[in-house]
């Protein structure tokens, strides 16, 4: 509960998901470049006492960007 409450008062987090298997969320984080990005991850997240550990994923291209059925 501690840290959903501190992740939505996070701005730069802009989506959380609680997901199964061997993590129990998602983030989607929106960062303006590498540098900020790690400073965030140490000086934000990383201050989370309720944050066991993490791991971090790059999009590197897009490949298909959909939302719903077309009908």
């Known amino acids: 509960a ?27 984080i ?3 470049d590498m540098k900020y990005y790690q400073e965030f991850i140490l000086n934000v997240l990383g201050t989370i006492d309720s944050l066991g550990s ?3 994923t790059f999009v590197m291209d897009e490949v298909k960007h959909e939302y719903g059925i077309h009908i």
């Open 54 to 56: 993490l791991e971090s």
């Open 2 to 28: 501690e840290f959903t409450r501190i992740i939505q008062e996070i701005p730069q987090v802009t989506e959380c998901y609680n997901i199964s298997g061997s993590y129990d969320y998602l983030l989607k």
């Open 30 to 32: 929106h960062a303006p």
